[in-house]
């Protein structure tokens, strides 16, 4: 056989076993396509050694190949050391986001959720073999965070009884796994897979009750001035959510987690605030939104109940002249000051807006002795703020601080209470001076409700889900053509690996001769 032809047929087995190790890495599943051509890989290499015997027998015995092998000694143990490095840093994977808006990040609300199970979590992809890696590197996101996460692909064409067995109706969808308990995941999301986690790593999901019966919030209008919103948002971080009028009752539900009285407008008969306040003594927790009413007092016996545990609420309108909504005239009046060290507003830095709150004290604070509650959010210092009293004024839109009439700011806007109790329970509420701020009107603002997420996972005792970012990037995926993707393969896998064999085979022939 003529030393060219030997030659070229050498450099088509070395691309070959070049090939094998690039499927072997990008197509590991093919385990029968990946061992057929490995074995006619080993066949060909078989074959031409046994056909140019004597050539082959001097090379084996010629000081350069006792040099090559050496070198290839060496650069096996390199290999292995590399190997072993990227073991570690498989096992300890560290992700170094450098967009402006992380967008290749996670939340902190996934960490919190990912930090607290201290299970292994098994996750099972049943999808087409053309979405794996499409799925894998949404995983990918959620492995680097905890490395105990077990993750296996199953091909839904191929093991369709799998997908009957486990009950998957489409594709993709994940089965994630903790403990005992399992759910399936139809929608490839940061949100959707973080939900699941969530449900899964409860015991059971919170019951939150939303009082009827007074004028609140319809949670199933989608008017303007509704909150199907607000609800769709709740089912969605898997909280279930449901409604109670107390005069239909004659206990709270044992499930309640929390009681939410969200603008509440009509009066409370005596029998509803007695069974409110056993809850609330016995350890229960309340969420209370109560906007301003100058036709009159509002729910009174509702805000007799939270003056009995301390806090005051006005009947007024906070003005805040500097931090206010456009085109308000400081009626819809901007959260100027978080409290940082609560679990609620700590690093809480969002705009939220309050349209029409009143103000509102703790009782205790104003007779100097230590509060029971504690403001979260508040508005200027006066005289860049106080609270209006006078409802001509606010008809007329003339309002002006009146010295004895008006309240000097700063002034609270919401508040929280938290008692532990001698059965070791822990009494729990939180009190806005609003609560339009979650109607369906603002549902592009999603620190309105971001906020009040927060508050009611703390209320649930879940500090876990208190989240302070939520993904508003708009995406702008870019569209390539065939053209464009046949020339960046043509390049990439065949051209500069081609250009690098020759130039290796051209300085392994200058060698020779020297």
Known sequence: MKNWLVTVLC??????????????ISIPDETLLNSITSAVALIFTAILILTNRERFYHFYTSRFFKKLTSSLI????????????NFLAFKNAFLWDVTKN???????????VLNSIDQKIRIRVFSLKKDYETIRALLELFRLRKNEIEIEFIDAELKPQILR???VAKVPTLEIKVGEKVVLVEELSELAITNALTKVSRKEDPAVYFITGHGELDLESRENEGGAQLKALLQAKTISVKTLNLREVQSIPSDARVLVFWGSKEAFFENEIELVKNYLDAGGRALFGIDPDFNGEGPLKLKTLLSDYGLKLRNDLVIDRIKHANGSQGTVPVIHKYDPKHPITKDFKGTVFLPLASSLIDIQSEKGLAPSWHLLGQSNQFPASWGEVNRDELISLQVSFNEGEDHKGPLGYFAAYEKELKSSEMTR?????????????YKKFPQNYILFLNTLNWLIGEDRLIT????????????????????????????????????????YKRRQKL
């Open 429 to 441: 509420m939180v009190t806005f001076g609003n609560s339009t701020f979650v109607i369906n009107t």
């Open 165 to 167: 067995e486990v009950g």
């Open 11 to 24: 450099v088509v087995n070395a691309l070959l076993y070049m090939a094998i190790i690039g499927m072997w």
């Open 468 to 507: 302070f970012n939520i993904a508003g990037i708009e995406e702008k995926p870019i569209f390539m053509s065939e053209n464009q993707i046949g020339a960046i393969f043509f390049f990439t896998v065949i051209f500069c690996p081609l250009v690098l064999i020759i130039l290796a085979f051209a300085l």
């Open 74 to 85: 060496s650069v096996f143990f390199i290999a292995v050391i590399l190997g072993f490095l």
């Open 102 to 112: 992380q967008v290749h990040s996670l939340t902190q609300e996934t960490y919190s």
